[in-house]
């Protein structure tokens, strides 16, 4: 359906799917930077927390000190948990949303430059093909439609699950701190 009439808009062609999958790629590596970082980072604070946790816990003079203790860390500990799986989640939706900003892009360029191809047939189609190239028109109106649909309902989805974890995460927070607040009496 697309063709490419001169070495210009080969080039062309070329150079923006090399561009686009340059960016796929970059996209894909900064992210798995980020988690990396984040999981040493983790894995490193994790380390540190357990040692000074452990020391914490075997300096208790006895069973209640120790109980005592032992439930003092479990607040924190839940927290860094869900600060982890936020950032986690954080990065996951950044690439998402940069991941579909470029998907758009593509396809408002290939709706684009179909289009133009469209409108070029038309002034040298033989007569009587109006039939043939509104259907086409409608089809591409169609399409154009039901992506612009599906983006919006997945850009519902993503909002509402981010807000259905952030609430999950905070009652899950609060639980934990009313759980620990009571084993301390």
């Given at each position: 359906m697309f063709t490419i009439t001169t070495p210009e808009q080969f080039a062309a062609a070329n150079?923006?799917?090399?561009?686009?999958?340059?960016?796929?790629?970059?996209?894909?590596l900064a992210s798995a930077e980020r988690i990396a970082a984040l999981n040493l980072n983790t894995a490193r604070s994790m380390?540190?927390?357990?040692?000074?946790?452990?020391?914490?816990?075997?300096?208790a003079k006895d069973a209640q000190e120790f109980f005592?203790?032992?439930?003092?860390?479990?607040?924190?500990?839940?927290?860094?948990a869900?600060?982890?799986t936020r950032s986690v989640y954080e990065i996951s939706a950044q690439s998402k949303e940069e991941i579909g900003k470029l998907l758009e892009a593509q396809f408002a360029d290939f709706q684009k430059q179909t289009l133009a191809l469209l409108e070029k047939a038309t002034k040298n189609a033989p007569a009587g093909?109006?039939?043939?190239v509104s259907a086409v028109k409608s089809a591409i109106a169609s399409a154009t439609?039901?992506?612009?649909?599906m983006n919006k309902a997945a850009k519902q989805v993503a909002e509402i699950a981010e807000a259905n974890v952030?609430?999950?995460?905070?009652a899950t927070v609060k639980a934990v701190g009313a759980t620990a607040a009571n084993v301390k009496k």
């Open positions: 150079k923006a799917s090399v561009d686009a999958m340059l960016t796929l790629a970059n996209t894909a380390l540190e927390d357990g040692v000074a946790n452990a020391k914490a816990m075997l300096g005592s203790v032992q439930a003092s860390l479990a607040q924190p500990s839940l927290e860094k869900v600060a982890y093909s109006d039939v043939a439609t039901a992506f612009e649909s952030a609430a999950a995460t905070n």
